[in-house]
């Protein structure tokens, strides 16, 4: 089925029940007639955006709201005289039969007031779910969020793969420390439940107010940031080191208490781990960005965080 989109007027609301004119977002009516990712991409269209991502996006960041979905008995394509009430109920998370979908989209940019006579209100409806369209939208969503993380990963990795990267798994040993939770996409969050929630370091098993080092070659001059992150990684730690353009060494959970901020010189003690921020257990969390992106640490740079010892090259 060719997917359709469409603004639909059904009767007309009273003036004194459009209380929306006062409200920076207004509600349309959007009428979605094909499954799974045309739906998605119809609703979009419909909705003002340019794709799927884009409808997202605004819908993450308030631009956008789905308020509500009545994807069952409106406007059957079947015979007009049957009973809505008599067909079987679909339960909350199966999917219906395929007939059009009315999705209503609050909306940034206020409508006159001829289109404001037009909103339209539902009876029957599931509140915040699109059946087909935005339930596909959104699982492949999170596929796309994990490809072009690989994908960008992988163009920055550039410079690293020069120097043959090696990051550590879980369970392996750096330094005498068993390494608890690798650099990755995390099928979901630890600590809230969140799918698809990427880990952009390495987690070492480590007993609160062990000594952190500067990493850098010997007699490097390294600039150190101490700030608090409201993310969930507590205390952090940024090293920049002269020998390393482009790279900051990151250490996340540290104690509140011993942080040397400001100038110092490679394996020189600059804090100490802790356990600040979110977590699951005690534990030092190693962390490596270049050019502001965060890629595989590296075991010689978590090696010399933890030991002082310039990195191996």
């Given at each position: 089925m060719t997917p359709h989109s469409s603004f639909k007027p059904s009767e007309p609301l009273s003036r004194s029940s459009a209380v929306r004119r006062n409200e920076p977002k207004q509600p349309c009516r959007v009428t979605v007639s094909a499954p799974g990712w045309h739906g998605a991409k119809a609703a979009a269209l419909a909705a003002g955006c340019s794709s799927v991502s884009d409808l997202l996006e605004k819908i993450g960041s308030g631009e956008l709201a789905v308020i509500e979905s009545d994807a069952?008995?409106?406007?059957?394509?079947?015979?007009?005289?049957?009973?809505?009430?008599?067909?079987?109920s679909v339960p909350f998370f199966q999917?219906?039969?395929?007939?059009?979908?009315?999705?209503?989209?609050?909306?940034?940019?206020?409508?006159?007031?001829?289109?404001?006579?037009?909103?339209?209100?539902?009876t029957t409806s599931f509140p915040k779910l699109i059946i087909t369209g935005l339930c596909a939208a959104m699982i492949i969503s999170a596929l796309l969020y994990i490809a072009n993380r690989l994908i960008s990963t992988n163009l920055i990795l550039d410079r690293e793969s020069i120097e043959n990267i090696i990051t550590p798994k879980t369970g392996d040993i750096v330094a005498g420390y068993e390494v608890s939770d690798e650099y990755g996409i995390r099928p979901f969050?630890?600590?809230?439940?969140?799918?698809?929630?990427?880990?952009?370091?390495?987690?070492?098993?480590?007993?609160?107010?062990?000594?952190?080092y500067a990493v850098g070659q010997v007699g490097d001059p390294v600039t150190v940031k101490c700030w608090w992150d409201d993310g969930g990684g507590g205390w952090v730690v940024d090293q920049i080191a002269k020998s390393y353009p482009g790279y900051t060494f990151q250490s996340l959970h540290t104690s509140e208490k011993g942080c040397q901020q400001g100038a110092a010189k490679a394996g020189e003690r600059i804090a100490y781990s802790g356990n600040s921020g979110l977590g699951t257990g005690v534990h030092y969390d190693f962390r490596v960005k270049i050019d502001g992106e965060y890629v595989p640490p590296a075991t010689k740079y978590l090696e010399s965080a933890v030991t002082g010892d310039p990195p191996q090259e």
């Amino acid at each position: 089925m060719t997917p359709h989109s469409s603004f639909k007027p059904s009767e007309p609301l009273s003036r004194s029940s459009a209380v929306r004119r006062n409200e920076p977002k207004q509600p349309c009516r959007v009428t979605v007639s094909a499954p799974g990712w045309h739906g998605a991409k119809a609703a979009a269209l419909a909705a003002g955006c340019s794709s799927v991502s884009d409808l997202l996006e605004k819908i993450g960041s308030g631009e956008l709201a789905v308020i509500e979905s009545d994807a069952i008995a409106l406007d059957p394509l079947h015979n007009p005289t049957r009973n809505p009430a008599a067909q079987p109920s679909v339960p909350f998370f199966q999917s219906p039969p395929p007939l059009p979908q009315h999705i209503h989209i609050h909306t940034a940019t206020p409508v006159d007031d001829d289109t404001e006579d037009a909103l339209v209100s539902s009876t029957t409806s599931f509140p915040k779910l699109i059946i087909t369209g935005l339930c596909a939208a959104m699982i492949i969503s999170a596929l796309l969020y994990i490809a072009n993380r690989l994908i960008s990963t992988n163009l920055i990795l550039d410079r690293e793969s020069i120097e043959n990267i090696i990051t550590p798994k879980t369970g392996d040993i750096v330094a005498g420390y068993e390494v608890s939770d690798e650099y990755g996409i995390r099928p979901f969050h630890p600590v809230t439940g969140e799918p698809n929630v990427p880990h952009n370091g390495v987690d070492l098993a480590m007993d609160i107010g062990t000594p952190i080092y500067a990493v850098g070659q010997v007699g490097d001059p390294v600039t150190v940031k101490c700030w608090w992150d409201d993310g969930g990684g507590g205390w952090v730690v940024d090293q920049i080191a002269k020998s390393y353009p482009g790279y900051t060494f990151q250490s996340l959970h540290t104690s509140e208490k011993g942080c040397q901020q400001g100038a110092a010189k490679a394996g020189e003690r600059i804090a100490y781990s802790g356990n600040s921020g979110l977590g699951t257990g005690v534990h030092y969390d190693f962390r490596v960005k270049i050019d502001g992106e965060y890629v595989p640490p590296a075991t010689k740079y978590l090696e010399s965080a933890v030991t002082g010892d310039p990195p191996q090259e």
